[in-house]
């Protein structure tokens, strides 16, 4: 072989090697490791939930309230529950008016319960955009305010 078929050679398999040899291999057997942690996401309970009776003597209402943890959630449910039976009802507020009309209109029973003496406990969970919720907070008592014999009625913590 000549040294001018060497030459010619020679810069042929440089530029085949340049073009295709290099890319080809390092994309060909390129790897690498991607490293991550996961970790559950939380959602904050409201905090500071209390419980003021409002109205009159002729028609009480308990007003629940919380304050409104940081992020602040998307809405809240509020669960009422009492004598083994419980319903919720979600709002965009810091605080929801509890009178005998939503307990009858939330689920009748549940007004018989309260008429009845019985005490409910109302607590609060955040929930986020995607659904997730957080842990109720601490429930506050409420309950039938009825005047013996005079036809008053209401709502009041307890």
């Known amino acids: 072989m000549t040294r001018a078929v060497r030459v010619r050679v020679a810069a042929v398999l440089a530029v085949l090697l340049a073009l295709v040899g290099v890319p080809a ?38 007003t629940v309230s919380w304050a409104a943890p940081t992020p602040a959630p998307a809405r809240y449910r509020v669960t ?20 005998e009309s939503l307990l009858g209109g939330l689920l009748g029973s549940i007004l018989d319960l309260l008429l009845g003496g019985t005490t409910l406990q109302v607590s609060v ?13 601490n429930a506050v008592p409420v309950r039938g305010a009825l005047l013996a014999g005079t036809g008053l009625a209401g709502v009041s913590c307890g």
Do not use: D, F, K, Y
Request: include cysteine.
């Open 25 to 62: 291999a390092a994309w060909w057997t390129a790897n690498g490791s991607l490293w991550t942690t996961v970790s559950a996401g939380t959602v904050p309970p409201p905090t500071a939930t209390t419980c003021t009776t409002t109205g009159s003597v002729v028609l009480r209402s308990a």
């Open 80 to 99: 009422i529950a009492g004598g083994g039976q419980s319903t919720t009802t979600e709002t965009t507020a810091t605080q929801l008016v509890v009178t």
């Open 125 to 137: 969970q955040s929930v986020h955009a995607s659904g997730w919720t957080s842990a109720p907070s």
